[in-house]
Nanobody, 128 residues
Framework: QVQLVESGGGLVQAGGSLRLSCAAS????????MGWFRQAPGKEREFVLG????????YYADSVKGRFTISRDNAKSTAYLQMNSLTPETTAVYFC?????????????????????WGQGTQVTFSS
C-alpha cells in the first residue's frame, strides 16, 4: 500500500504562485509515476502533470505548460507541484496519485485509470 498526503493548498491571487506537496509513505519503492490531477467545481478530474519517479521524466497538460512544474525529492518521497501565473481557472481540488503500473507511453499516465493510489486532495481557490 502507498499512502499519499497533499498539502499547501489555499487562496491565490492573479499572477501569484503556490507550491503543493505530496508526501508518500508505505511502499514508496513500488510506484513508477506520480501524477497531479485537479477537479474544478462541476467538472471531471483532469490530468495536470506527471513525473517518472526514478528517471524524472515529466509530462504536462497543454493548459499548464510554461506555468506549472513538477519535481520530486526521492529521499523524502515527496513530489511538488509549483504553480505560477495563476488564473481563475486554477480553482480546483488538487490530487496527487501514484501508479504501480509500468508503461513506456507518457499518454498512459495522463489517464485516471493508470493510478492505483490517490491522496485526499487539497483545495486551491483563486481569489480576486
Amino acid at each position: 500500500q502507498v499512502q499519499l498526503v497533499e498539502s499547501g493548498g489555499g487562496l491565490v491571487q492573479a499572477g501569484g504562485s503556490l507550491r503543493l506537496s505530496c508526501a508518500a509513505s508505505g511502499r514508496t519503492g513500488s510506484f513508477y509515476v506520480m501524477g497531479w490531477f485537479r477537479q474544478a467545481p462541476g467538472k471531471e478530474r483532469e490530468f495536470v502533470l506527471g513525473i517518472r519517479w526514478r528517471a524524472g521524466t515529466t509530462y504536462y497538460a497543454d493548459s499548464v505548460k510554461g506555468r506549472f512544474t513538477i519535481s520530486r525529492d526521492n529521499a523524502k518521497s515527496t513530489a511538488y507541484l509549483q504553480m505560477n501565473s495563476l488564473t481563475p481557472e486554477t480553482t480546483a481540488v488538487y490530487f496527487c496519485a501514484a501508479s504501480e503500473d509500468w508503461s513506456d507511453s507518457g499518454s498512459f499516465y495522463r489517464t485516471l485509470g493508470a493510478y492505483n493510489y490517490w491522496g485526499q486532495g487539497t483545495q486551491v481557490t483563486f481569489s480576486s
